[in-house]
């Protein structure tokens, strides 16, 4: 009896102790997993504001010279899937067809000299390096987040919580050479 009123006690706090731990690393996770929502959604504006920027640049050169059809089709087919896909993956893939896309009508343009010394044609180019700089901060940021989440869940006790709250790691990393 005696071992009981000492026990109980303690089972008590441990319990307590268990319960309170798991509730904080849950909410830890769930932030994490927030975080990596706005992470991306900073990737995913950097991606449609560069791929709207690439539409502009390739109305200017369409209205300036003849540019070959198949890349301006090219262009306006990822821009679709960049700026309305249905996930992260279809648009990182649709942004290095863009990227494709872009070279050729650069190299297209060069063919052009009153392409090449337009003002307009010139500035639509710097906004999309700026924006290409921004989406480089972005997507770095997005990295680092899905590293820490990552990790996280691989660590005691955040990897008991994880398995038992349906907390999966998660891949879906923007690798640098997508853009």
Excluded: C
């Amino acid at each position: 009896m005696r071992t009981l009123l000492i026990a109980m006690p303690l089972l008590v706090v441990a319990t307590v102790g268990a319960g309170s731990t798991f509730v904080k690393v849950r909410r830890d996770l769930a932030g994490q997993r927030a975080a990596i929502a706005a992470e991306w959604s900073d990737v995913d504006q950097a991606l449609q504001q560069r791929a709207a920027l690439i539409g502009n640049l390739a109305d200017r050169g369409r209205e300036l010279a003849p540019l070959p059809a198949e890349v301006l089709k090219d262009i306006a087919d990822a821009q679709a899937v960049v700026i309305v896909g249905p996930a992260p993956q279809d648009k990182v893939q649709a942004n290095d067809r863009l990227s494709h896309a872009l070279a050729q009508l650069l190299v297209a343009a060069e063919n052009y000299p009153r392409l090449r010394s337009n003002p307009e044609f010139l500035r639509i180019q710097d906004e999309i390096k700026t924006s290409e700089d921004r989406m480089a901060v972005a997507r770095l940021k997005y990295n680092d987040s899905l590293e820490h989440y990552n990790a996280r869940i691989q660590s005691f006790p955040h990897n008991l919580v994880a398995r038992l709250s349906g907390f999966g790691r998660n891949d879906a990393y923007f690798p640098t050479e997508h853009f």
